[in-house]
T-cell receptor
Framework: GAGVSQSPSNKVTEKGKDVELRCDPI?????LYWYRQSLGQGLEFLIY????????KSGLPSDRFSAERTGGSVSTLTIQRTQQEDSAVYLC????????????FGPGTRLLVL | DQQVKQNSPSLSVQEGRISILNCDYT??????FLWYKKYPAEGPTFLIS?????DKNEDGRFTVFLNKSAKHLSLHIVPSQPGDSAVYFC???????????FGAGTRLTVKP
């Protein structure tokens, strides 16, 4: 596809369960970013990948959150033992290079933890 | 910590008039600023950017102004159109850093 895609588009889970969110960046984009947007909040930076490595994990809110990227392409964000405060829209973005490049966003995954 | 602030959660303007969206930042290391536009159920899309070496950047109906001394930027849309109705996010980054900081967004409604 031409743009960044994310799956699932919506996820409802029970508190305590693990969830995996997937991001397919634009082909050829080396940098990949995860953000989340909680109700009434701005976009909160979570993690950044350059290729398959994550030099900046500073935004991950707790050790229940982890992310990986394989083959310099697809990335998964995993949330273990989900809590109600994890409910948010999780957005993925990619850019051609790292640094101050325009980021192209996916449509997001809306996560609801009951 | 809210390094980028958009203090107006919403703005309503009449079609054809000017829309002015404001953004303030606290980190003096920020040197690159962007505006993103977001429609419901879609990811943000890039609108316009400005580097700190400039104080104005114009693209069609959209102009971004940067006041470094006041740590303030604004987005002007003129003339406003109903299709401009969306949430607008201000974002900032510092050279050498990869975590772009976003404001909370301003919901713009342009009435026909």
């Amino acid at each position: 596809g031409a743009g960044v895609s994310q799956s699932p588009s919506n996820k409802v889970t029970e508190k305590g369960k693990d969830v995996e969110l997937r991001c397919d960046p634009i082909s050829g984009h080396t940098a990949l970013y995860w953000y989340r947007q909680s109700l009434g909040q701005g976009l909160e930076f979570l993690i950044y990948f350059q290729g398959n490595s994550a030099p900046d994990k500073s935004g991950l809110p707790s050790d229940r959150f982890s992310a990986e990227r394989t083959g310099g392409s697809v990335s998964t964000l995993t949330i273990q033992r989900t809590q109600q405060e994890d409910s948010a829209v999780y957005l993925c973005a990619s850019s051609l290079l790292a640094g101050q490049e325009t980021q192209y966003f996916g449509p997001g995954t809306r996560l609801l933890v009951l | 910590d809210q390094q980028v602030k958009q203090n107006s959660p919403s703005l309503s303007v009449q079609e054809g008039r000017i829309s002015i969206l404001n953004c303030d930042y606290t980190n003096s290391m920020f040197d690159y600023f962007l505006w993103y536009k977001k429609y419901p159920a879609e990811g943000p899309t890039f609108l316009i950017s400005i580097s700190s070496i400039k104080d104005k950047n114009e693209d069609g109906r959209f102009t971004v102004f940067l006041n470094k001394s006041a740590k303030h930027l604004s987005l002007h849309i003129v003339p406003s159109q109903p299709g401009d109705s969306a949430v607008y996010f201000c974002a900032a980054s510092a050279r050498g850093h990869n975590d772009m900081r976003f404001g909370a967004g301003t919901r713009l409604t342009v009435k026909p």
